[in-house]
């Protein structure tokens, strides 16, 4: 089974590099300006944050996309992303395979790709479905997948937008409470530090562990929906009876300067299927 994600493996490191990369810098800024660590590290302010920020998410954007915030963590960081270069050279065989034997021989081509976008379709043009309406049906199919990304990230954006002011909010309890035993002058200061470490949780919150995801998940949506643009174009060429050749120049426009450079490295489509097929 050819497997189109299998070889990128999974998604770009940088996502976790970068947030860790973060977390030290803050840190180590900290540290060096004589801070303690163990100041910061208080449990009421934090379950205030977390908790406070989660209780507003849910109520902006229901139960069910918060429960999925675990699972989105981690499709944020390894989530396989499609190989476009091994996609196009699976259409272009394709291709070459319906010029020499007709469509209804790509059924039996498509199960040896392990991707249900191009399974569907290709069964919507062995089925001899008009050409449009194969595009409406895999556009919509499209549309409906960024539409859950969409949800999905923007629990992250709005707990984003929330997590500030939740701690800003501990803040201020901490301050009214500090407020109300004035009558011990040795205990304001080290009062009124800890009142601001709710507001660190959240603004720290916010920048490191929402904010970054709910982009990352935003691009990896539009990295899918070019991927599965291209597929499409792909099948309707190889409905038209397109030759390959074309098959394969016009999918290449699809990808980027390194991509393409990657798909020339590993010599393209099949040259001599190509060959038999013009």
């Known amino acids: 089974m050819n497997d189109l994600r299998s070889q990128r493996g999974g998604s770009d490191p940088g996502t976790i590099i970068g947030i860790i990369l973060a977390i030290i810098g803050i840190a180590v800024a900290y540290v060096m300006e004589g801070g303690n660590p163990a100041a910061i590290i208080i449990p009421p302010p934090f379950l205030l944050v977390m908790l406070g920020t989660l209780g507003a998410t849910m109520a902006a954007v229901g139960l069910k996309p918060c429960i999925g915030i675990p699972k989105m963590y981690i499709l944020a960081f390894t989530s396989p992303a499609i190989d476009r270069p091994k996609a196009i050279r699976a259409l272009v065989r394709m291709a070459e395979r319906a010029r020499r ?11 040896t790709v392990d991707d249900p976008f191009i399974q569907k379709g290709v069964r919507l043009v062995v089925d001899g479905t008009d050409p449009e309406l194969v595009k409406d049906i895999l556009d919509l199919e499209v549309e409906s997948m960024a539409g859950r990304h969409h949800h999905m990230a923007n629990a992250f954006q709005q707990a984003g937008g929330f997590a500030p ?3 800003i909010i501990g803040t201020i309890l901490s301050l009214v409470h500090v407020l109300g035993h004035l009558d011990n002058p040795d205990t304001i200061g080290p009062a009124i530090a800890s009142a601001f470490v709710a507001t660190l949780f959240g603004v720290a919150s916010a920048n490191l562990f929402f ?6 998940l935003k691009a990896l949506s539009t990295e899918e929906s070019e991927a599965k643009t291209m597929i499409i174009e792909g099948i309707l060429s190889i409905q038209a009876g397109d030759n390959p050749r074309i098959v394969e120049e016009k999918l290449k426009t699809f990808l980027t300067p390194a991509e393409r450079a990657e798909f020339s490295s590993e010599g393209g489509g099949d040259e001599a299927g190509l060959k038999a097929a013009a």
């Open 101 to 111: 034997e007709g469509l209804l021989a790509l059924e039996e081509e498509a199960q």
């Open 165 to 167: 002011t939740v701690g």
């Open 211 to 216: 904010l970054p995801v709910a982009q990352k």
